[in-house]
């Protein structure tokens, strides 16, 4: 889970907000965005990219690859149900059209003072939890306060510099931070779903569940059969159903996920007509796996939906915390051996591009040698971060696609050792303890297998063995969360404005916490100084200078080998929906798609005769 952005007074300032006494420099507003204007002023009446009349009714299926066994999904423990979002609101809702923007959802008003040392949220009078009760701001402090102490370890990072929630007059709850320099914060707690106290009192939040539990937002839970399914309804009465935020939005009146043992198997089920919606992650399926008669005969699409959004850091990632992968050397010579031109060739069929940055698809990514700016930052922290950052812009190893890897076998020989490693008798070994270089690489999706091979047989060639360990998802989830594994592969989130969510990704402290995001187990000083100079960048100009300087120093850390991204949603779907005229740029807003009843029926029923003619 990513909570979203930061806002700034200036842009409050900017579409009507109104300041309170001039002493006070207060600014109340119907919603924040970070360094810019907001797009929508205070009486707009819905987002521009749905469709504010769309029809209500009708059902979509969904897929996910795994089970489930608990449907709280704000605690480390148990495997979460997917779409449980659908059960609560928060403070504020996002903007999918904006790239750093949000609006009152439970909270109808918020204020921020210039020194941005403290937000209060002003709950709307008819905020409603499903049986009724009001949203109280008790609600909300008790939310905090819970997730903030036996919530996932993340909560605990994300708002560390959050001093108190209190009550303020009937409807307000003001949150206090440590300083005014963590931009971010007034945005982070916007983003606070609302839990409700009562419910919870006489429940342990800390224990996996299987009972439905009370939620304030668009869908409750109607069925579900643990680790096989779970259906939403849609909240006839919700409370918030025609706020601006709202509107055109939740249009189906049931919401079904069936869970699926592997994505291999989920896409044989789509294509079969056992769901409706398949958003897919592998080239090979994209380009060959979905020809089939209901293809051709149009009862349903593929379609490549272009985004902005930032596509994040995918990568083979070490785990830092085993002895094997502590020197730096080791860890950049193995990536000689990951030949991503032959696999994009050969397996993905030319579809991505190699990724060479935290923040690919944004200008947040660090490009050519470090400006002035850059290194006044960096400067500090010579001695501490490698020289490489001063001198090279990085790029990961190339090939020409042949197969032929020898000058990067060679390259990686010459770096393996320098770290002390040789090879004897076909085998790398330690020229210290005589121990061979042995791995293990972990996973739970049996269609990466096909990329890992040939990186198995690359590594082979110099004596190294990995050996591939295949997971059930639930394994899988256990070991990542207790940091047992050697190599994996992760995606890294990122966003337009990065900030306190990498503490939780690559900070220090999070590299000792079980369950938080630093799986790579990342511990550098001047990563978390990096951190903490992010966060409080006062301007979007002195945040991408501090992004650029951070995003070198992980980059040349060589804590993985850099993967692959594509700046599309790629996106198959059965020919029964209705859609807005245009798909915002930051998501597959697939929330103000509509069910079209004759195109439905009719589809239903080509997909009966599909059968007979295969």
């Not at 790029?395 to 050792?417: H, K």
């Not at 070991?479 to 337009?496: C, E, G, H, I, S």
């Not at 198959?572 to 029926?601: C, H, M, V």
Request: no cysteine.
């Amino acid at each position: 889970m990513r909570v979203l952005f930061a806002a700034g007074l200036l842009a409050a300032l900017a579409l009507g907000a109104r300041p309170a006494a001039a002493a006070e420099a207060v600014t109340t507003s119907h919603g924040l965005s970070l360094f810019g204007d907001l797009k929508y002023g205070p009486d707009f009446t819905h987002f521009d990219y749905v469709n504010p009349d769309a029809p209500k009714g009708g059902s979509v299926r969904y897929a996910a690859v795994g089970t489930f066994d608990t449907l709280n999904p704000y605690q480390l423990k148990g495997n979460k149900a997917a779409g449980l979002a659908l059960l609560f609101d928060t403070l504020m809702a996002s903007s999918y059209d904006e790239p750093s923007s949000e609006y009152g959802l439970v909270a109808g008003k918020v204020e921020l003072p210039a020194d941005r040392r403290w937000v209060q949220y002003d709950l709307r009078p008819e905020a409603r939890f499903q049986d009724g009760s009001p949203i109280t701001p008790e609600d909300v402090i008790w939310t905090f306060d819970t997730l903030r102490t036996k919530g996932d370890p993340h909560y605990r990072l994300y708002y560390a510099d959050v001093l108190k929630a209190e009550k303020v007059g009937e409807r307000g709850v003001k949150f206090t931070f440590r300083n005014g320099d963590n931009r971010e914060l007034s945005d982070i707690v916007g983003q606070l779903p609302v839990l409700p106290r009562k419910y919870w009192e006489g429940r342990d939040f800390e224990k996996t569940t299987l009972e439905a539990p009370l939620g304030s937002g668009p869908y409750r839970i109607e069925s579900l059969d643990a680790g096989r399914y779970i259906v939403y309804r849609r909240v006839a009465d919700y409370w918030a159903k025609d706020l601006p935020v709202n509107r055109g939005r939740y249009n189906f009146d049931a919401i079904r996920y069936d869970f699926y043992r592997d994505r291999q198997i989920a896409l044989e089920a789509f294509k079969a007509g056992a769901y409706d919606i398949r958003e897919e992650f592998t080239a090979k399926n994209w380009a060959i796996g979905y020809d089939s008669p209901a293809l051709r005969d149009g009862l349903f699409k593929k379609e490549e939906i272009p985004n902005r959004m930032p596509q994040g850091m995918q990568g083979l990632v070490y785990n830092l915390r085993r002895p094997l992968f502590a020197d730096r050397r080791v860890r950049a010579a193995l990536d000689y051996l990951f030949d991503f031109q032959w696999t994009d060739k050969n397996l993905f069929y030319g579809a991505y591009k190699r990724t060479k940055s935290y923040f690919p698809n944004t200008d947040l990514a660090a490009t050519g040698l470090p400006t002035p700016e850059e290194l006044r930052i960096l400067d500090k922290y010579r001695g501490e971060i490698p020289d490489a950052v001063f001198t090279e812009a990085y790029e990961p190893p190339t090939t020409d696609a042949s197969g032929n890897i020898r000058d990067n076998m060679r390259q990686a020989l010459r770096l393996l050792r320098e770290a002390g490693w040789s090879v004897k008798n076909e085998r790398l070994v330690n020229d210290r303890t005589g121990e061979p270089f042995t791995f293990e690489f972990l996973y739970d999706e049996a269609d990466f297998e096909r990329i890992f091979l040939p990186f198995k047989q690359n590594l082979a060639r110099i004596g190294v063995a990995m050996n591939l360990r295949s997971v059930d998802p639930a394994q899988y989830q256990n070991r990542m969360n207790k940091f047992d594994y050697d190599m994996t592969m992760v995606r890294f989130p990122a966003t337009l404005s990065p900030g306190n969510e990498q503490r939780d990704l690559f900070g220090s402290v999070a590299a000792d916490e079980e369950g938080s995001d630093n799986i790579m187990g990342v511990k550098s000083k001047a990563v978390d100084a990096l951190i903490d100079l992010i966060v409080s960048a006062p301007s979007r100009p002195e945040l991408l200078v501090r992004t650029h300087a951070y995003d070198r120093v992980l980059l040349q850390g060589h804590y993985l080998i850099t993967g692959w991204y594509q700046s599309a949603f790629r996106v198959a779907y059965w020919d029964k929906f209705g859609r807005p005229k245009e798909n915002p740029p930051y998501a597959l807003a697939t929330d103000s798609w509509w069910i079209e009843p004759g195109r439905a029926q009719a589809v239903e029923a080509r997909k009966a005769q599909e059968p007979k003619k295969q």
